[in-house]
């Protein structure tokens, strides 16, 4: 069984960096079949896919055009964890942030609990 | 607004039958497969149809899936008050070359 153990911080200030972690047990974040992706959740937008990354005999990394110039997904093979970094955050990305894995065509099958980031001085 | 458009809520009697719309496009639902996702208040989703109408295991038969052309629907029987939750369509879009996903329907089980 996967699981998913998000971390970070609840509260970031506008313009500065958001940062958060997705520990993986039972599963690889080298794993040949899976992708890593974060996914937010919000009032305004929904939910809403913002990257993912993955290794298929080398690291892929796809990024939402909505956020695509201010963000970074990055494993960690050591660790077997994942990161989300979000630059220079509003107001506007305030929202609950879920790490998820997909296994197979295009369906996230596990999820970390959430981490409510809010942005706000 | 989100790609993918469901109604905002639906509701019917304990026992009584539903259906969730998923409407899209050629560039995502016309030529991938649809996953649907129950959130209960304060968790995370969880997938209750993968590839477009099967289940995971642990989730009952009452949960359908299907799809025509650019639609999908998501078919819940015997309601119960259980299920009382949000209920979301995702896929992926070639257009955008991202995952997708609906606005949510909020069911209600009266």
């Known amino acids: 069984q996967v699981q998913l153990q998000q971390s970070g911080p609840g509260l970031v200030k506008p313009s500065q960096t958001l940062s958060l972690t997705c520990v993986i047990s039972g599963d690889s974040i080298s794993s040949n079949s899976a992708t890593w992706n974060w996914i937010r959740q919000s009032p305004s937008r929904g939910l809403e896919w913002l990257g993912r990354?993955?290794?298929?005999?080398?690291?892929?990394?796809d990024y939402a055009a909505s956020v695509r110039s201010r963000i970074t997904v990055n494993p960690d093979t050591s660790k077997n964890q994942f990161s989300l970094q979000l630059y220079s955050v509003t107001p506007d990305d305030t929202a609950v942030y879920y790490c998820?894995?997909?296994?197979?065509?295009?369906?996230?099958?596990?999820w970390g609990q959430g981490t409510l980031v809010t942005v706000s001085s | 607004q989100s790609v993918l458009t469901q109604p905002p809520s639906v509701s019917a009697a304990p026992g009584q039958k539903v259906t969730i719309s998923c409407s899209g496009s050629s560039s995502n639902i016309g030529n991938n497969y649809v996953s649907w996702y129950q959130q209960l208040p304060g968790t995370a989703p969880k997938v209750l149809i993968y590839?477009?109408?099967k289940r995971p295991p642990g989730i009952p038969d009452r949960f359908s899936g299907s799809k025509s052309g650019t639609s999908a629907t998501l078919g819940i029987t015997g309601l119960q008050t259980g299920d009382e939750a949000d209920y979301y369509c995702g896929t992926w879009d070639g257009s955008l070359s991202a995952e997708v996903f609906g606005g949510g329907t909020k069911l209600t089980v009266l």
């Open positions: 990354t993955y290794y298929r005999s080398k690291w892929y990394y």
């Open positions: 590839e477009t109408n």
């Open positions: 998820a894995r997909v296994e197979g065509p295009t369906t996230f099958d596990s």
